[in-house]
């Protein structure tokens, strides 16, 4: 189920919000939790009920083991579980998402002709999966003896955060269920989680789906891109993965504010960072967390030296690159970003000495540069797609991009009389308004921490304003894409 549905703004949601607190009113908050916990099911399966097997028989086997754990006295015994675990979820993650990646680079090495399985991707699996590990090593330590199955399962199903995330952990999460001030229904919560949530809705529906068919025509055209309609279609990129992402988890925020539940922040305004180490302080915040708690200290960290520690950072970004898909594009994508960082590392006093201004522009240079590698779907296509960015022989911009960013509002109101003559300058000024304001926005607006929330009349009214833009807007419904990973 997506957010930016009808089925979920005008049934799931006002349904889930009143069986939870009607429960809790009679004082059955167990059930109510119980209920919770149905619905997020619910959530999940609507895509598949296939997805939903997968899902139940992972949260399962994953509590089974951390209860294994937490019951055996034997230090060994509790490794071998342990190492168990974390080699079956791996084991999941990969048949499910890397199985067929797998047979075509072998195919490729030695020649051969294995058949692909077409394996369906479960949504969401490297988010619940890496959630649960981090449990696993969490049960390993000793932090969850008492929690119940209901409540694990809460935990890994919450439906805001199940298919996007934030990659949430234990200790943050199952504290706030078992808080009883949570059971009841606080106005001020409810109204700061409508005006995020709005704010959030507004983000994917309006800016990151516009761009998107901007995105769509030029990746879908790369060869006969000009060089200036290259630039146009990696900032475009650029800022829909940026609106489209932190667009979700902005309802992701708001729905758990429904609910008196706050989930971790994951975006922290990651396009003014002035350096990439900077950048992944602040772009999914609770992806690095877990690399940084779960990969990169295991490793040693940087208590081993300096080649050792490069050589770590190296790991923990190829591990985020393939973390994010089935292709060499994420790992080339990932390995990139951890040579960056590794050089930031190295030059950081040559670096600090750099105006902030040229810190930022040559950070925000190089992310852009990345994301083509990213969105790309193959390295070749990505090599040709940056070699168009500098192809300086064609320079015009085609009708084709500039209708890309005409909203059907403003195709409405350039159609009224009095503004009929000026309905071409209208056309060719929306790209550079959505460009330019994405700017604006990503540089300068508070992000939904930051937000101080006081209920006042002009937040009401952009509350509603946004949402009902929003939900008209429905008619173009599209996942998120990272939905995808």
Known sequence: ?????????????????????????IKQYNAAKIFLLIMSLWFYGYFNKRYLLILVCSVIANYVLSKLMDRCKIERVRQVVLLFGIFLNVAVIFYFKYFDFFIDNVNIVFKASLQHKNILLPLGISFFTFQQISY???????????????????????????????????????????????????????????????????????????????VSF???????????????????????????????????IGIGNFFNIKLPQNFNSPYRATSIVDFWDRWHMSLTRFLRTYIYFPLGGNRKGKIRTYINILVVYLVSGIWHGANWTFIIWGLLHGVFSCLNRVFQKSWSKLHEVTRWFLTFVTVNFLWVFFRSESISKAILFIKKMFDFRNIAIRDELYNCFMLPEITAFSSLPILRFAKGYIMYYALWVFILGAFFIVLNLPNSKEVEFRPTIGKSIATVVLLVWSVVSFTGISTFLYFNF
């Open 1 to 25: 189920m997506l957010f930016n549905s009808y089925i979920f703004v005008f049934l799931f949601l006002p349904i889930t919000l009143m069986g939870f607190y009607g429960l809790n009113y």
């Open 218 to 252: 030029g990746f879908g055209n790369v060869d006969t891109l000009s060089a200036i309609e290259a630039v146009i279609v990696s900032l475009a990129y650029t800022f829909q993965l940026y609106f489209d992402f932190s667009g979700y988890c902005d309802m992701a």
């Open 136 to 214: 696993l090593v969490d049960s390993y330590r000793g932090e969850t003896k008492d929690y119940s199955f209901g409540e694990y399962a809460l935990f890994v199903t919450f439906f805001p955060q199940l298919i996007a995330g934030p990659i949430v952990l234990h200790k943050e999460m199952i504290p706030q269920f078992r808080d009883s001030k949570n059971a009841c229904f606080h106005a001020e919560n409810f109204a700061k989680g409508m005006y995020i949530f709005s704010i959030g809705m507004f983000k994917k529906v309006i800016i990151a789906d516009t761009f998107g068919v901007a």
